[in-house]
């Protein structure tokens, strides 16, 4: 009995063991990939002093910061901020301008492209990209919704102003980087029928309250020295942009480390040969018309002493001529003539 309580209790524990879960260890994240895949865009510029509110903190900025969806951007006195997207849409915002990145969605190449930023106060220049080329992208003011049709323009919100106010929110059209002239659309806040549209450089609305507390678009006369004021906040974002797109390659190369994408594409100095495509062994550069390494030479320019298997030298070959049965002696040098009265030769 002392046998069998022994073996009973030794299955009963093997069952137990086995019968035990076993919990997967999840496989470890890259705090860097993770947070990489959050961000929307970077800090591409900055001239004195900018915050960014996010979860109800307001912190400083710096150049390369990221962005993410929600956050609240505002600049000081006698500051200027520029900030890429992840689409390559950039924004520079004058002194005391603020803005929130209410909603952006960019996939490369992919539909549903979508970008809603909100501009509470100042003066901000802004450089639409690709968002606004193959989605839907656009632009809220206190008293008016802007659509954006992949275009450069400038939007101006006075200090105070609300919806119903007399404060006027004026936006103007200007050329992009190439020169092309897009479109700018203009909504009342809210949706409903559109009030203006912009098609032609250097032209602009201005937003102002009308009946029944409507707003309506008046065109408006930008003089000279505002239309080289706004170019030189235009200009502005056109730079951040060329330096927030580096920014931008480096998170997709976090983001997927086996797909690399060169940087803008540069030139090769001096036609350099490219990473991968190394010269194979034994196809060196030939040093004037030196012969190549580890090419054979062809069979009618072997060397002549070299003879196949079970051939017979050209000497011994020869000799058997020679002492063949019937052959004649090869005949011995030529005697010169004798002259007369000369003795014949011994």
């Known amino acids: ?52 509110t996010r979860n109800g903190a307001a912190q400083p900025l710096k150049v390369q910061d990221p962005i993410f969806k929600g956050d609240l951007l505002r600049t000081a006195a006698n500051s200027a901020l520029g900030v890429t997207f992840d689409d390559e849409t950039t924004f520079n915002l004058s002194a005391n301008a603020s803005i929130t990145v209410d909603e952006f969605i960019y996939s490369q190449g992919g539909a549903g492209n979508a970008a809603l930023f909100k501009v509470a106060r100042g003066t901000v220049a802004f450089a639409a990209h690709e968002v606004a080329k193959t989605g839907d992208m656009k632009i809220d003011t206190p008293s008016s919704s802007i659509g954006i049709r992949g275009t450069t323009g400038v939007i101006e919100v006075p200090e105070g102003a609300t919806p119903g106010t007399t404060g006027e929110v004026a936006v103007k059209l200007y050329p992009d980087e190439d020169g092309r002239v897009g479109r700018i659309e203009l909504f009342a806040l809210g949706g409903g029928p559109r009030l203006g ?29 505002q239309a080289a004021r706004d170019r030189g906040f235009v200009q502005r974002a056109f730079v951040a942009r060329n330096v927030g797109r580096q920014m931008i390659i480096q998170r997709r190369n976090l983001r997927t480390p086996g797909l690399q994408q060169r940087p803008g594409l540069q030139q090769r100095p001096g036609l350099q ?4 495509l190394q010269q194979r062994p034994g196809l060196q550069q030939r040093p004037g018309l030196q012969q190549q390494p580890g090419l054979r ?20 070959q020869q000799q058997r001529l020679q002492n063949a049965p019937g052959t004649k002696p090869p005949p ?4 010169p003539p004798r002259r007369r009265g000369e003795p014949p030769p011994r």
Do not use: H, K
């Open 332 to 335: 011995g040098p030529r005697q």
């Open 297 to 316: 030479q062809p069979n009618n320019l072997r060397q002549q002493n070299q003879l196949q298997p079970g051939a017979v030298p050209p000497r011994l």
């Open 273 to 276: 040969q490219r990473p991968g």
């Open 197 to 225: 549209l912009l098609t032609r450089p250097s032209t602009g609305f201005s937003l102002r309250p009308g009946a029944g507390g409507r707003f309506a678009a008046v065109a408006l006369t930008i003089s000279p020295q």
């Open 1 to 52: 009995m002392d046998r069998f309580a022994i073996i009973a209790a030794t299955l009963i524990g093997c069952s137990v063991l086995f019968a035990a879960p076993v919990q997967a260890q999840a496989p470890a994240q890259d705090p860097a990939a993770t947070a990489t895949a959050d961000e929307v865009g970077n800090v591409a510029s900055l001239e004195g002093t900018a915050t960014v």
